[in-house]
DNA sequence: GTGCTCAATATTGGCACCAATTCAGCAAAT
DNA sequence: ATTTGCTGAATTGGTGCCAATATTGAGCAC
């Protein structure tokens, strides 16, 4: 049985084990089973699993209980669109409203990650990348739209960092990491939707 | 005691219900008179104010409750500022996929909205909006894209239809309306963008 | 009157149990 | 062999109760 940190939200620890591949998608998620992994109350589980269920992570059948989402390709490609016209949009309030210290933040961050590239610790080479695209939505001052892009991640499909397309493809990231905040810092906004778009339609981030 | 109709969410009720003013912000939302009102369980009265919560339409502490959120211009700003984001992006792909068809019955909607306008039926000129908007944005294909938006829409400030800002306004939009499906019309993505976002800036919609 | 302590009160959150529902397996009938 | 119907098991969802926590208000010292 795991214990869970009190000050981590159950939900996102269950949230971060769908996304692992603990639970295979289509198995159903059985109170009981869960009540005893986290070591949670029952009232604990249900919150946490209608809390997944409102994000779209998890499904529900009245009286069956909840499931993990069996992929669905048209709606992956769905939100992914909606992904590129969110960020390319932001793109221009980006190049903006961006702050020079905000530009060094994203250099080092690009730069971690290609360093991390080598080391085959795929967990914090994940979140490397989302923390630097975090930092560059964050540049267009929405806290909202960081937020709103974090929940959009999630419901992508649960296979992320374990099985990484390819190393060729993990470089291209970190190479188009860097054309973005070259982008950014000329305040080039055209350029920086493109890379934006590019780097999202490969969809690996 | 209000009577739910069965296939009603009680989430959705009483999201309604706090966006019609029933609540007045600030005010807890105490699991015992939702109980009451709503003639429903514990269980149920905890899970929809879960939802909520996940949707952002209230907030939580823990140990004190639920309670109805006090409006936040900013963050009001920004979930606007992601609207327009969206749908201007999304006009784009609606000038590509629209069907004839479906500008039919644009046309029919924005014509119900103004019909209804000397009506003060203000609830049914809600919702007459919404679903020109809704019909609006399916144009693009893109379902999941209709469902953020929705969602969106409900985090806005709980004083929507109530005191909509005036009557010329209502009467603005009306003609915006019948500007969006022409523009759709003749696949003229610019002009509805444009259309779009000075619709959504006023954000009476 | 002001500030402090402490008890009374109200509300949420957890727990154990029970009812309701679904499902799998199996047997009987066609 | 297929269908139908039944029964038991597993699981969710509802209920009542109690503990934990927060709020309120009264009493009291100063």
Redesign the interface.
Same mark, same amino acid.
């Given at each position: 049985m795991r214990r869970r940190k009190p000050n981590k939200d159950l939900s996102d620890l269950l949230a971060a084990d769908i996304r692992a591949g603990v639970y295979s998608p289509g198995s159903w998620l059985k109170q009981i089973d869960l009540q005893r992994r986290y070591d949670a109350s029952r +009232?604990e589980i249900? =919150?946490s699993l209608? @809390?997944l269920f @409102? =994000?779209r992570i998890i499904r529900y059948e009245p009286n069956r209980g909840y499931y993990v989402h069996r992929e669905d390709g048209a709606?992956t490609d769905? *939100?992914r669109? *909606?992904r590129i016209? !969110?960020e @390319? +949009?932001?793109a221009e309030?980006m190049v903006e409203k961006v702050q020079q210290d905000q530009i060094n933040g994203l250099y080092t961050l690009a730069q971690r990650f290609v360093d991390q590239i080598r080391s085959d610790k795929i967990m914090e080479i994940y979140e490397t990348n989302i923390a630097f695209h975090t930092a560059l939505l964050a540049t267009s001052g929405?806290? +909202? !739209?960081v937020d !709103?892009i974090s929940e959009l991640r999630l419901r992508t499909p649960p296979a992320p960092a374990s099985q990484w397309s390819s190393y060729a493809r993990i470089e291209k990231s970190g190479q188009e990491h860097f054309a973005m905040v070259d982008a950014l810092a000329d305040k080039d906004a055209a350029r920086l939707k493109a890379v934006i778009r590019a780097h999202i339609a490969q969809s690996d981030n």
């Open positions: +009232s249900r =919150k209608e @809390t @409102t =994000k709606a769905e *939100i669109d *909606i016209m !969110l @390319t +949009s932001a309030v929405n806290a +909202s !739209l !709103l």
